[in-house]
């Protein structure tokens, strides 16, 4: 395409009568509930001291989301939101319009605004801050016909001029380049408010972890809701490196360093919330793979009663969870649940009565009345050095974040055997495989069967959004698994089953689920299970033995959760695989 004249703006008209304000931005703010005057007074102060626009300010500090900011400013302005979706694709219909104006395309990228001229000759405004008046001005100079200004998200902005700057050059901008030209491009405007509102987005959405996904010729950037990964946003690679050495540079790791492996961690607060975000950089053929998980301060209140377990798991979980020593094991893959089980659990059997010890890496969530221990790696503060540590401090309760080897494993099966309670999870793949993977470990299996009080395995399948779920029957091999269901544990499943399946909504964002509960494997250790224990014998004579005692697995239990209408088949068998039935009969 070719390049467009520099043509400075000339002003020679009045600036254009702009839509009447509505009311103050900060006071709509607290009028929604969607801001505290602490935060308003701060960003106030900011605004007094350095200048600035409030919203922009508020976005800053992470006192709220730019949708919220967004929201109001359309109130306020009397101005419509445009979506990513709506914005028109074609770079060549914003450079027909920047010719049609005769102006510089590089003036309208400094101004953080584009324009295109659509269909009924309207001239159509998205731009950072429509009250700017030089921008006003400019417009009203230079175009006589009708005009309508849009509100745009920042980072849907942003792509769309690095899309049109693109198209009207071969060359893309050149981000390589030394320490102090990389930490100057992290703290630019565009790439800050980019990592800002990334954040806020991901928070809003409840999703777990975001990850940004660099390729040859541009990057994306995921997030992991429910257990699920789902596309967000796809940005040319030319920005990546200033959005990683941003992500580095807040994580604290040291952005020069591209070919190793780097861990770091962010405490920060975003839309009112206070968040500690655990950083993973990990180099790959196209860039550097960054995983942000996050961890929110204060989680709402989850408790044994509503993670999902069913009333005789619950039961049987709760009563040994009170006893005075023993193990009790959770065991999954990473993601599962574990540690929200872990703490719900911590929170049931507090009373005030009992010292109750953490120690984990990291800390994930805080416990009042709890004493919490951090691990530390690098200087050789392991969970086996530190359980040592603990054991002096004339604990009750003892909470193991993970148990990783055989020294950590031997000093909580002594801790068990000498009249503690201990809490851990393991990483196996059913909850019986918990006494192999301790056997394998190397500890004994005298030990481990007069030891472990119960071995619990679990995954996350997702909850059916209650405003689309739709009515579905299943298959008759279903159906058939359920009436066994109904006869091995009588009580649990009613009459009448609630069979749904997912549809998608814009309140799901059109997954056709929202927010997760858990399915379950539940095995306590009874005299005939300990005496296999002892022998070693494999899994499935373990299983065998334990059907006997009212056991279930988690495609079972999860059969039980989609029976109720909680969760759909389909999301049970993604989480719990489908070996248990033929795939034809579904």
């Known amino acids: 395409m070719e390049s467009l004249e520099r043509i400075e703006p000339t002003l020679t008209a009045p600036a254009p009568v702009f839509a009447p304000l509505k009311g103050r931005l900060g006071e709509m703010l607290l009028e929604r509930g969607l801001l505290g005057e602490g935060d308003l007074n701060r960003a106030l102060s900011f605004q007094q001291m350095y ?58 990228f400094d101004q953080s605004a584009l324009t295109w001229i659509d269909d009924a000759g309207t001239l159509n405004c998205v731009c950072r801050d429509p009250l700017l008046p030089l921008l006003q001005e ?132 975003i839309s009112g919330i206070e968040l500690d975000i655990r950083v993973s950089c990990l180099p790959g053929l196209w860039g550097e793979s960054i995983v942000m998980r996050l961890l929110l301060k204060e989680q709402k209140a989850l408790t044994l009663q509503n993670i999902g377990m069913a009333a005789d798991h619950l039961e049987m979980f709760a009563k040994l969870a009170n006893e005075p020593h023993g193990i009790i094991l959770v065991t999954g893959p990473t993601g599962s649940g574990k540690s929200t089980t872990l703490k719900a659990t911590l929170d049931f059997i507090k009373d005030g009565k009992r010292k109750i010890i953490t120690v984990e890496d990291p800390v994930e969530y805080q416990i009042e009345g709890v004493t919490q221990v951090q691990t530390k790696s690098d200087i050789g503060y392991s ?85 689309c779920k739709k009515p579905e029957e299943p298959s008759a091999q279903i159906k058939m698994r359920c009436e066994d269901l109904k006869t091995r544990f009588p009580g649990l499943l009613p009459d009448k089953p609630q069979w749904f399946a997912a549809t998608g909504c ?14 379950y494997e539940v095995s306590a250790m009874t005299d005939d299970i300990a005496d296999l224990v002892m022998r070693q014998r494999p899994t499935h004579e373990l299983m065998g033995v334990a059907r006997q005692h009212q056991f279930r697995d988690l495609f079972e239990d999860g059969l039980l959760k989609a029976y109720l209408g909680e969760t759909s088949i389909d999301d049970v068998i993604r989480v719990a695989g489908q070996t248990a039935i033929d795939p034809d009969a579904i």
């Open 383 to 467: 969970f086996a050095r530190a359980l040592r540590s603990i054991l002096r401090q004339d604990p009750d309760v003892i909470m193991i974040g993970e148990i990783r080897d055989l020294e950590t494993a031997q000093i909580a099966v002594q801790a068990s055997l000498t009249g503690h309670m201990v809490f851990s999870t393991l990483h196996t793949n059913d909850a019986l495989g918990a006494y192999t993977r301790l056997t394998d470990m190397g500890v004994e299996p005298f030990l481990v069967s007069s030891s472990v009080r119960l071995v619990m395995a679990q995954r996350l399948v997702r909850r059916l959004c209650p405003q």
């Open 506 to 519: 814009k309140a799901c964002q059109g997954t056709g689920y929202k927010g997760r509960l858990g399915i």
């Open 138 to 269: 400019t417009i009203a100079a230079s175009f006589n016909g009708q005009t309508q200004w849009w509100l745009v998200r920042a980072r849907d902005l942003d792509l769309m001029i690095d899309v049109v700057r693109r198209a009207l050059s071969n060359e893309g901008r050149d981000y390589d380049g030394d320490v102090a030209h990389l930490r100057e491009l992290a703290e630019e405007a565009p790439v800050v408010e980019l990592v800002s509102n990334t954040l806020a987005q991901a928070l809003g959405q409840g999703a777990s972890d975001i990850h940004f996904e660099p390729k040859e010729t541009e990057f994306e950037i995921r997030y992991r809701i429910d257990g699920v990964l789902q596309r967000r946003l796809v940005l040319p690679r030319s920005r990546f490196d200033a959005v990683a050495s941003r992500l580095k540079l807040i994580a604290g790791m040291d952005i020069a360093e591209r070919r190793l492996p780097q861990d770091g961690r962010i405490g920060t607060r």
């Open 51 to 108: 200048g600035g626009r409030l919203g922009a300010i508020l976005i800053r500090l992470g006192a709220i989301s730019e949708d919220h900011v967004l929201e109001c400013l359309s109130t306020q302005l009397g101005l419509p939101l445009i979506t990513q979706e709506a914005l028109p694709q074609a770079p060549e219909l914003y450079a027909a319009a920047i010719r049609t104006l005769g102006i510089d395309a590089e003036w309208w």
